[in-house]
């Protein structure tokens, strides 16, 4: 139903920042879960930020170590979702993903639709 193109991605100092955005073609997104993962190498896909809709209200979620760093937020009349990163540490670097539409929104293997991924590079 739905694809996603990231981009954003890049190479930048420890303590810069980058926006990650995550573009949706086809039908709007506006009632999906939307989360943003992320990979480094010989690591498992690790969930790092998550916007639900439930109630009528807009819900997120980070984990532990991206809390007060990072903003994920939406735009559905573009249908975007974005990842604003603040304050970047080396340990950041990775291969970030945007899915959609998941069972569980901490788990990537109940997602439903995945991008390409934007690799992000942090140096010390």
């Known amino acids: 139903q739905v694809q996603l193109v990231e981009s954003g991605g890049g190479l930048v100092q420890a303590g810069g920042s980058l926006r990650l955005s995550c573009a949706a073609s086809?039908?709007?997104?506006?009632?999906?879960?939307m989360g943003w993962f992320r990979q480094a190498p010989g690591k498992e896909r690790e969930f790092v930020a998550a916007?639900?809709?439930?109630?009528?209200?807009?819900?997120?979620y980070y984990t532990d170590s991206v809390k007060g760093r990072f903003t994920i937020a939406r735009d559905n009349a573009k249908n975007t979702v974005s990842l604003q990163m603040n304050s970047l540490k080396p340990e950041d670097t990775a291969v970030y993903y945007c899915?959609?539409?998941?069972?569980?929104?901490?788990?990537?293997?109940?997602?439903?639709?995945w991008g390409q991924g934007t690799q992000v590079t942090v140096s010390s």
């Open positions: 086809g039908r709007t997104f506006s009632n999906y879960a």
């Open positions: 899915a959609a539409d998941p069972v569980n929104y901490r788990d990537y293997t109940t997602y439903a639709y």
């Open positions: 916007i639900t809709w439930r109630s009528n209200t807009y819900y997120t």
